[in-house]
């Protein structure tokens, strides 16, 4: 028995959660994204941010917090 027999066929892109194909022909060059917009996004997830687009929530100061 190998992974490959239990392995999915399919799984979902880190970044975008589409279905990307996990072996074949379909398999993209990008796996386990589903194209290259969407494995740059995660590698350059603070990159990506700085630029405006939105990657994940993060917790900034608020008025009740001290500002030093
Ligand atoms: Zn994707």
Request: proline fraction near 15%; aromatic fraction near 8%; charged fraction near 20%.
């Amino acid at each position: 028995m190998t992974d490959d027999a239990v392995a999915p066929a399919l799984l979902s892109c880190p970044t975008c959660r589409r279905p990307v194909a996990t072996r074949g022909p379909a398999r993209p060059a990008s796996f386990p994204f589903c194209s290259e917009r969407c494995r740059w996004r995660d590698l350059g997830g603070w990159f990506a941010e700085r630029y405006g687009v939105p990657v994940a929530e993060q917790a900034a100061p608020g008025p009740g917090e001290p500002a030093q």
